[in-house]
């Protein structure tokens, strides 16, 4: 009986050494490197079942099939969001009503205000193309010419933001629109005299060596257009260059298929800030800086999931329509996003979410700065804290209220990405970046349509005499711009 134990022991030290052949242990007795034949222990393998092994959720395991894991996470994630409409269908019937949004937008742009607001922008834009020309001709010198662009932009970002100050007719939606596409036409603009200057520098230069000034003028003028500028002002990208990637020609099965998908995306908009995100903020009779911490953490875990899905959503929508207008200009390059969702770092989520965006912060700021010796590290944080406060302007003057409540919050995940990168990556690293999206500035932006929401609802209360209370419900177009 000792005799076929130690056999028995030999032969399972021997898969052993075989797991040590393929790097698995580092170290085997030296009597188990020549295992005995089959034929000596014919039972020897039923006998020996087990082997060192990892657990398969242990990090050591390198077990990766969690397909099985994820889509239970999603039928839990379906069933538990089906029983919060259904209780809010209960408690509250049903709220959603396009029609109301609609009247609300009609009756709030009786004079069209923001429409009127939009149309003015074509003379900056004009403004900027005869610049070009002027300076194209020598009537401007390099100097002057970049001067009068820069008052042109200046009055350009300061014109919306008088008129959403002194205009009450204007609605919150007319508003925010009106002020973003000012802030698009601004970049798209800056990009535009900044690229023909650089152009103006390499035909000057290739002049002086080929000693042909005239076809070089002849070459550059020829792109100095209404038509070439509107093409830009109308592609769905920030930065400028005379020649765009097109595609053969225009799908029209892709328009329709864009279209659809825009129409139905702005229809679970609305039905998620009527039916979900109102009823919460009805819930309420004080902003945020007035409420307890208890409360104020109510509500904030309150908003967390109809606040995700409508950014999920805008998301989804701003995908739609780049991807409708770049079909439509028969625009080559549509990389308006990078794989955000697999980002492990706050950084590597930034540089993928917005590629736009990131492009035009990478050519006309953060280039420049390297080029004016400003260190990089420092350039970055320049262009992220430009970010930050570019975000805070866009929503807290549409809403005529300024907390710094987004800026904080965007610092605060700057610190964040700073401190706690080295700690969580991988998987780790991207669970701390789906944390953020959930709890850092999206959080912030509700909680300016909140406090809005508040003073709207009791101003217009007050002044029709009705008391506050909860069962009276503002129209939702307030919220149709998140």
Known sequence: MAAMRKRFSSFCSSSSAEENSAGLYDSVPIWATDPPSEQEHACAALLCCHRSQDSLLSSNSSFTGYRGILNWIIILLVLTHAHLFLENFIQHGFLIDVKKVLEHLIEDNCNWPSVNLILAANMFAITALLLERSQEKGMLSPTNGHRLHLTNLGLLLLFPAAV?????????????????????LGMKLYSYQETNRWYRQAHLTDAERDKNV????????????????????????????RDFPCT?????????????????????????????????????ENSFSSMDITMRVEHLVGLVAPTHFLWLLFFFLSHSYLN?????????????????????????FWQNWNIPFQKWCHRHVYTRLVEKNVPPLQAELLVFLMSAALLEYLVA???????LWIFLMMLFELLVAVFLTNYFQGNYGNGLVWLCLLLGPLLAVITYFHDHYISFHRHHYQSSSLPLTSDHRLPSAVFQTH
């Open 164 to 184: 959403i100050v002194h205009e009450h007719t204007i609605s919150t939606g007319g508003a925010f629109f009106s002020l973003w596409f000012y802030t698009a």
């Open 214 to 241: 005239s076809v070089a003028q002849k070459a550059h003028k020829e792109e100095l257009t209404f038509q070439d500028l509107y093409y830009f002002l109308f592609a769905p990208t920030l930065c400028y260059q």
């Open 248 to 284: 053969p020609k225009v799908h029209i099965n892709k328009l329709l298929h864009r279209l659809l998908e825009m129409v139905t995306v702005i229809q679970i908009m609305v039905g998620i800030v009527q039916q979900w995100i109102e009823p919460i903020f009805q819930r309420s």
């Open 324 to 348: 409708f207008c770049a079909e439509l200009l028969r625009f080559g390059d549509r990389h308006f996003y990078g794989d955000w969702w697999n980002a492990t770092t706050l950084i590597t």
């Open 397 to 403: 003057l549409p809403l005529h209220s300024c907390r």
